[in-house]
Each structure stands twice: as structure tokens, then as C-alpha cells.
Nanobody, 125 residues
Framework: QVQLVESGGGLGQAGGSLRLSCTAS????????MAWFRQAPGKEREFAAG????????YYANSVKGRFTVSRDNGKNKVYLQMNSLKPEDTAVYYC??????????????????WGQGTQVTVSS
């Protein structure tokens, strides 16, 4: 079992930055692909960014590419999401998720086994 806890959400301004953290416990995440998903009110949960088990490959949704950066520190059992140039449409609950490492990187929520409780990000215009 892997327990995931997100932190760092809150209120940001358009054009500003926020940094989310995901802290894992229970097992080392060094064997897990990790992803950030987000869910806005009335919308389905969607993939935002992901990073493979060794950190060598990162993946982004088109909507966040060039603005968000995902990283990980396996030694600290943490994953991060640096969000720059925030937009009001980035407002959502952000979730950290984990699945066993794979040669293919998955971007659908159903493909992930472990989830955090989510952290709210609200961007004002």
C-alpha cells in the first residue's frame, strides 16, 4: 500500500505560481510512475502531468505544457508540481496518483492504483 498526501494548494493569482507537493508513505515510490490529475467543478478528472519511475521522462497535458513542471525526489519519497503562469482555468482539485512502473506511461485515471485526497487550487483573475 502506498499512501499519498498532497500539499501546497491554495489561492493564486493569474500569472502567478504555486508549487504542489505529494508525500508518499508505506512504500518507496522509486518503483512507481507518478502523475498529477486535476478535476474542476462539473468536469471529469483529467491528466495534468506525469513522471516515470526514475524521473527521466515527463509528460504533460497540452493545456499545461510549458507552464507546469513535474519532478520527483525518490530519496524523499516526494513528487512535485511547479505551476507557473497560472490561469483561472487551472482552478481545480489536484490529485497525486501512483501506479507500478511500466514501459508505457499511462494518463487515464482508471490506470492508477493509489490516490491522494486532493488539494484545492484556485486561481483568481
Amino acid at each position: 500500500q502506498v499512501q499519498l498526501v498532497e500539499s501546497g494548494g491554495g489561492l493564486g493569482q493569474a500569472g502567478g505560481s504555486l508549487r504542489l507537493s505529494c508525500t508518499a508513505s508505506g512504500r518507496t515510490i522509486s518503483n512507481y510512475d507518478m502523475a498529477w490529475f486535476r478535476q474542476a467543478p462539473g468536469k471529469e478528472r483529467e491528466f495534468a502531468a506525469g513522471i516515470n519511475w526514475n524521473g527521466r521522462s515527463t509528460y504533460y497535458a497540452n493545456s499545461v505544457k510549458g507552464r507546469f513542471t513535474v519532478s520527483r525526489d525518490n530519496g524523499k519519497n516526494k513528487v512535485y508540481l511547479q505551476m507557473n503562469s497560472l490561469k483561472p482555468e487551472d482552478t481545480a482539485v489536484y490529485y497525486c496518483a501512483a501506479r507500478g512502473m511500466s514501459e508505457i506511461f499511462y494518463t487515464k485515471p482508471a490506470d492508477y492504483i493509489y490516490w491522494g485526497q486532493g488539494t484545492q487550487v484556485t486561481v483568481s483573475s
